[in-house]
């Protein structure tokens, strides 16, 4: 898919956005400062270890953050034109679910396990459709089929518990997509699924949200659940945007040390196993403690040197649609 | 790997059921989850079989069954040519020095109150070795060295570790009394892509450094192709390939090995566009009413009129190469 960047309105823009827990431990500083444009009907990746912000960056947008002990800042949080902190929680409720829905996680828990497949579905499209029984139904019928669903007209009297995780997760879909909505978001949606169910599941979600002409956001750990379903990556490290470019770019001429670093150190399948995995020495760093004033990765980084220490590098782009921050690769090219 | 003498363990037609009662007056009706259903497989000295399937084909109850953690239902398992199931008792738990286990999630398989000493000093003081007091101490700050962990936080408690650290104090606790055989269950699969690769690291290392003989169970089939020397493919509780690690990826002769090596993401857009998947039918069937026959018959888009009638042998089709399939090597 092309998504031409330049002549496009963003969908979604969003512009210096800081999310901060005030927990009883300390200030932890999830999200820092990052911004990004999500372009209508395109497919973006987020990729980036637990704890990085990918997951909070996604539900500051929906406003699903609690708050307190939550914060969100934003210079500017653009949602097709209308600024979403600006509105109130019954504003923010006729987006949610309706033009930005959310595939998550685990669909045993985001499923309700005392109603049915067809109350549950019902209840969003009721809500904002406005469909009442026999098209209430009907429309339930018409979006399990579109997942996949095998006699679906049955599956409505189910209970989530009498059906497997990846159906779960088709029923999740059904009900994001079941009132055409402008965002999709999935949030590691086929990270409790097995391997066989995994990619079934991600070619569902972009197949569909492609004849929706939805944007979809696909936010893993996974780097192969991204390669082949989406146009554009980002990768987050410690709150912070470090690499993003079109997703051919990204495999082919990875930029950050970190993304570099972790390319490196998938085993793959499809390659001779080689004698030793490389491995990015230590660990993230706790977002809790006070962070250096420079780069976030230089503790691991292998090209840091002092200067990364005590200056943040920019989000600079290295070349046309490739930003990466880093002041060794900026300062390279 | 070659199969010479140095056997270290040998697992004869395991089967391990677990009853399930129905009914609460009288517990009449008993069912059995027959979650492993005659597995064998040999694993040589020094040697790392993958174990891999889908979740509830019965890897980690296999993995269990070996260590006699579940008393197996029938079969026999060979360990340094005596049979664990007939041992009990105190024979047993001698046995148990031997064999030891790292779990999937470092955060529950750690008590959160013992402290890194104690946790790493337990196996050490149940099985009496070394008995001093002092000398377990010298272990436990040696092994900490071993596995990458600084020996000044020994009298830290689990919380205080990120999960990839905790991995290695499991890690430590498994080798403090000198085992010869370690069952990894998932040992990296709740750790960051960065953190995986440096445990997968410190096992390989470890195995060549003390000659253990892993068997290591995963999903994630990328792992288990860079770990094993052979790896074993399970399906609804029986073993339905097992091949040297290159020859399986590359010449998978199974139907559901095939499917399940095809439906691997590949970390790279240029090859990931070109992949075709094998799309599965249906749903993995309940281990309580397996099917009749071949177990995957169902799913199974070549099968024929015998799939569903007899279950197929386990045979070796090339050196090495064992599968059990009406469609393979007649």
Redesign the interface.
């Known amino acids: 898919m092309e998504t031409a960047q330049t002549d496009k309105k963003p969908i979604l823009d969003v512009d210096g956005l800081d999310v901060k827990f005030f927990l009883r431990d300390g200030t932890l500083n999830a999200v820092r400062d990052i911004s990004f444009a999500l372009y209508p009907g395109e497919s973006l990746g987020v990729v980036g270890e637990s704890g990085c912000g990918k997951s909070v960056t996604f539900l500051s947008v929906m406003r699903l953050i609690q708050v307190p002990p939550g914060k969100i800042q934003a210079t500017t949080l653009r949602f097709d034109g209308t600024d979403l902190l600006k509105l109130t929680e019954k504003e923010m409720q006729q987006i949610r679910g309706n033009r930005i829905s959310m595939v998550f996680q685990d669909p045993m828990t985001s499923l309700n396990p005392v109603l049915t497949i067809g109350k549950q579905m019902k209840e969003v499209i009721k809500l904002h459709l406005k469909l009442k029984e026999p098209e209430l139904e009907d429309r339930c019928i018409e979006l399990l089929t579109k997942v996949g669903i095998s006699e679906p007209k049955m599956r409505l009297g189910s209970y989530p518990h009498q059906l497997s995780g990846g159906l779960r997760q088709r029923v999740m879909i059904a009900i994001a997509l079941s009132c055409n909505p402008t965002i999709l978001l999935a949030d590691e949606p086929t990270t409790a699924l097995d391997v066989t169910i995994q990619d079934q599941i991600l070619r569902l979600i972009r197949s569909l949200a492609k004849d929706l002409g939805a944007a979809t956001v696909l936010i893993t750990h996974n780097f192969g659940a991204v390669a082949g379903t989406t146009d554009r990556i980002m990768v987050m490290y410690a709150g912070k945007i470090v690499e993003s470019t079109s997703t051919p770019d990204l495999f082919k001429e990875p930029l950050h040390p970190y993304t570099r670093g972790l390319l490196k150190s998938i085993p793959r399948v499809d390659k001779e196993a080689q004698e030793k995995l490389f491995s990015i020495a230590g660990a993230p760093p706790d977002l809790m403690r006070e962070l250096v004033k420079g780069c976030a990765f230089i503790a691991r980084c292998p090209v840091g040197d002092d200067y990364c220490f005590h200056h943040l590098p920019p989000m600079v782009e290295n070349r046309p649609g490739h930003f990466v921050s880093c002041w060794k690769v900026s300062h390279a090219a | 790997m070659q199969h010479s003498e140095n056997k270290l363990l040998q697992v004869k037609a395991m089967k391990v059921h677990f009853p399930i009662s129905l009914g609460i007056v009288g517990r009449k009706k008993i069912l059995y989850i027959k979650a492993v259903d005659g597995v064998s497989f040999d694993l040589a000295v020094g040697e790392t079989l993958g174990l891999v399937g ?2 509830g084909c019965g890897k980690s109850t296999t993995a269990r069954g070996v260590l006699q953690l579940y008393r197996p239902t029938e079969g026999q398992v060979f360990f340094q040519g005596e049979d664990l199931c007939q041992e009990k008792g105190e024979a047993l738990r001698r046995k148990r020095q031997s064999m030891q286990m790292i779990f999937q999630d470092p955060y529950a398989s750690l008590n959160p109150r013992m402290t890194v000493k104690d946790i790493i000093d337990e196996p050490m003081r149940v099985h009496g070795i070394p008995e001093n007091k002092k000398e377990r101490l010298e272990r436990v700050l040696e092994l900490m060295k071993v596995v990458g962990l600084n020996p000044t936080d020994v009298h830290r408690y689990p919380h205080e570790f ?1 999960g ?2 905790r991995q290695r104090i499991g890690i430590a606790r498994a080798l403090s009394v000198r085992p010869e055989f370690i069952v990894c269950d998932e040992p990296v699969s709740a750790l ?7 445990v ?2 410190l096992l ?1 290392d470890l195995r060549e450094q003390f000659n253990l003989t892993y068997l290591f169970i995963s ?1 994630d ?3 288990v ?2 770990i094993s020397h052979r790896v074993a493919v399970m399906y609804l509780g029986v073993m339905v390939e097992l091949a040297e ?2 020859e399986l ?1 590359a010449k998978p002769l199974h139907p559901y090995t095939q ?3 095809s ?11 070109q ?1 075709t ?1 094998i ?2 039918e249906g ?2 069937p309940s281990p309580i009413f397996p099917p009749p026959g071949c177990r995957f018959h169902p799913r199974c888009k070549r099968r024929k009129k015998i799939c569903s009638e007899s279950a197929p042998s386990w045979k070796e089709v090339a050196p090495g190469h064992f599968v059990a399939c009406h469609l393979v090597g007649n």
């Open positions: 889908e979740s990120s990839g650290q960051d892509v960065s953190i995986q690769a440096q997968i690291n390989e999903h089939l990328s792992v192709k860079h690690k290159n990826f499917a399940l090596l439906s691997i993401p590949i970390p790279d857009p240029a090859v990931e566009n992949r998947s799309a599965l749903e993995i």
